[in-house]
């Protein structure tokens, strides 16, 4: 073979070789790749004849929701600090329910915790069947804090039987709270889907995620994230849980025990009232819907006024940025929930429903309330 040929042989294995490497390592067309979400477009809300708040409605195996409510009949006609609700059908505007439990932790604003506090509900979770739900004591106008609502020394408590009965009791959650003090005392549950059935990504198949305040209902400054084993959950035990201190989430070496050593994943003074994620499987992203009184807590003045202000993020621990703020006045809604359930992709984007709660002092407004909420993403990349 002649000198010529042997390089003209040589470039065209060079050029092949590079157009086979090329095409192994270009990206699968088929896989989605995850765009911020830029917009959220609410729709015209539904409220539906059920009384109460703090709705965090998870989604079951049994393909109903299920959710605490606090401070309200629901679906019955007795008032608790804290009951726990069926919340059944198809249609997100035209759900029904029933009470599934009363549960032990006091009638309407009865202050059976410390300090003349009144047990309250935070988030809940449904995982393999299980429920799973954290409770706290709340004082309505701490002074110490300007009048915000605070909530001390949270515990999670959990059902095998859809909320008749839960474990351990009141009694127990008294004296030996999980999470003394403020600062992991509204932990929300990251929702996966049914019964936690997305739970494929951001190691969510092996740890349960939370997030919680710093002691809040109303107007909290900041949002931090623990996480316990899967496997681990259902013991019911503070040292099992970690909490996000920094850097790649996916590692053990960013997560450590001592609570007071967490990252701040939000840091919003004032503006942080108790709120949960969710995981939008179809956009890969999460959103956190928070909340605040513009007038300073919840407790003064005669104008109901919220502001909601959305974040999303690519994974749990962030980066998490706001996109949006809206205004709800006069309903004054609070404790926003994207629900798991009822999620349509539309093209690149997302039709979802909000549930939330609003107005205390107004009938017409404090109540169970259904919001269509279109969520709109970027172009892949953009505002990362």
Known sequence: MSTIRRIQRFLLLSVAGTLALSCRSRPDPSAKESAPIVDVQLGAPTYMDYGGDSWDPTWAE?????????????FGTVKRNIGYTRITGNDPLALTGQMQSLMDYGAMNAPTAVDGRNWKSGGSISIDGVQYLSIGMDRYVDPAYGGRQTRINASIIKSTDHGVHWTPPITENLKQPMFPGMRFSTPFFIHYGKDYAAATVDNADKYVYAN?????????????????????????????????????GMRDSSWVSDVDKAALIIDAPGRCG????????????????????????????KIEETELVFYESPKPWGPWK????????????????????????????????????GDWRNPTYYRFTMVPAKFVTGPPGAQE
């Open 274 to 301: 108790e709120a949960g994620i969710t995981y939008l499987p179809a956009l890969k992203r999460y959103v956190l819907v928070a909340w605040y009184y513009p007038i300073g807590n919840g407790h003064v003045g």
């Open 62 to 74: 049994d393909d109903n929701l299920y959710a605490a409510v606090n401070d309200g009949a629901a």
């Open 212 to 248: 919680a305040n710093n002691g809040f209902w109303d107007n909290g400054d900041n949002f931090i994230l623990g996480r316990v084993l899967r496997s681990k959950l259902g013991a019911l035990k503070a040292a099992d849980w970690a909490f996000y201190k920094g850097g790649d």
């Open 322 to 357: 706001s996109f949006k703020t809206v205004r709800a006045n006069p309903q004054g809604w609070y404790i926003p929930k994207v629900l798991s359930k009822f999620q349509t992709h539309v093209g690149r984007d997302l039709q979802a429903y909000i549930a939330v709660a």
